[in-house]
């Protein structure tokens, strides 16, 4: 199983950034996808999820309305459009996925996570 996350970067306040995570080694269209972030000293933090088919999405109320969360299961990647970025948004991002009966925003209850990649917002 591999989730490969990339696209993080350093950007400036009020700019975008487009995180993409590509699976392998699970059938990927089975499993809802998250994003995830955590900063030094902070716990890890929910971001977004959507269900297996797309037709489900969800996000924290920090990030609802400026990123987005999309899936496409013939290519097995899962993307999060992350727009009018603060500050506040810096930290590693994490692609997750999970197989279950309901919707879950908390990290230990994804099966498999991907390595993490930095976002960095300053000016």
């Known amino acids: 199983v591999q989730l490969q996350a990339s696209g993080g970067g350093l950007v400036q306040p009020g700019e975008s950034l487009r995180l993409s995570c590509a699976a392998s080694?699970?059938?990927?269209?089975?499993?809802?996808m998250g994003w995830f972030r955590q900063s030094p000293g902070k716990e890890r933090e929910f971001v977004a999820l959507i269900s297996w088919n797309g037709g489900f999405t969800y996000y924290s109320g920090s990030v609802k309305g400026r990123f987005t969360i999309s899936r496409d299961n013939a290519k097995n990647t899962v993307g999060l459009q992350m727009n009018s970025l603060e500050p506040e948004d810096t930290a590693v991002y994490y692609c997750a996925a999970r197989s279950g009966t309901y919707y879950s925003t908390k990290p230990a209850e994804y099966n498999y996570w991907g390595q993490g990649t930095q976002v960095t917002v300053s000016s």
């Open positions: 080694g699970f059938t990927f269209s089975r499993y809802d």
